[in-house]
Structures are given as C-alpha cells and as structure tokens.
C-alpha cells in the first residue's frame, strides 16, 4: 500500500491533499501544529469516504524565516532524495503552491481581503489560489499516470508574475 505524510493536514493545502490522496486509495500520516480539532476533521473526512489514516501527529511550525528558507532547501532535498531512494522504486516531488486561500498568517486573506484583487491581478489565471487546487495535484503526483515523475518541484501558481 503507498503512504504518504501530509503536514498541516489539519486546514487547507495540507487538508485537501490528504482528502484527495486517501480518495486514490492511498494510506495517509496526518501531521499538524495546534488545530486537533481540524486534523480530527480532516480525519473523520477521510473516514467518510471510506479511507484509512496511519496516524495522527502534532508537529512544530518554525517563524517565516525559517518557512521560507525551508522551502528552498525542500527543492534541493527533493532531488537528492529521489536519486538515493530511487533503486527501491520511491519516487520524491515537492509542490510550489502559489497563492492560495488558506489560514496562513492568522488568516490573512479573511482578515485583509483587500489583499486579495493585487494578487489576483499578478497572477495569469487571475484569482487566487484553493486548497483544492493544489491537493488535486498532490494527489495526481501519486498516482500511477505519473510514475515517471521524480525529482521534480512543481509550482501550483496559477501562473504567478508571468
């Protein structure tokens, strides 16, 4: 059975994309910061459509510097991760995710939608981004219509600052 670890999976990108990934049949470690109640959510959703979770795990969630320089070092540590497990047949993505409505920074996009037309304009499909739309992709990573995907960072923008 394939598994995949989630993190954040109690609201948002992370939620959606361990909803969507449990929906393709696969097993799921759900990990958050401080929100039981909506990785308990994302759980019994999964529940709901008849998946099953590996586990429930309270994580750590670093200030923005060190998010930002996370996330720069999660494209390097992607590729190199695909090259040393890929004789065992483990392929390693990341996604990019642009923009997105989610609860980051207090939940910023709620509290100051007048943010929201300036992004929107910057970004090519003009909106800005759901959880959906970039779970669906993280999904999609896993399936079997990608397994000649590996090493690779795909950014989920809508087409950001072209």
């Not at 459509?49 to 999660?74: C, D, Q, V």
């Not at 990019?96 to 090519?124: C, L, M, Q, W, Y």
């Amino acid at each position: 059975m394939q598994i995949a670890i989630v993190t954040g999976a109690s609201s948002g990108i992370g939620q959606s994309s361990a909803v969507q990934i449990a929906r393709r049949g696969a097993g799921v470690i759900l990990t958050y910061h401080g929100n039981q109640a909506g990785a308990l959510e994302t759980a019994a959703m999964i529940d709901k459509e008849g998946g099953s979770n590996a586990a429930l795990r309270s994580g750590m969630e670093p200030g923005y510097s060190a998010y930002g320089t996370m996330k720069g070092g999660l494209v390097v540590l992607t590729r190199y991760l695909a090259k040393e497990l890929s004789t065992r047949g483990i392929r390693v993505n990341s996604v990019s995710p642009g923009s997105t409505r989610t609860r980051i920074a207090d939940n910023a996009f709620e509290r100051f939608p007048e943010v929201i037309p300036g992004i929107a304009a910057k970004t090519a499909l003009g909106r800005l981004g759901e959880p959906d739309d970039i779970g669906m992709v993280v999904a999609a990573l896993l399936s079997a219509e990608c397994h000649w995907i590996t090493a690779q960072d795909v950014e989920v923008s809508g087409g950001y600052n072209l």
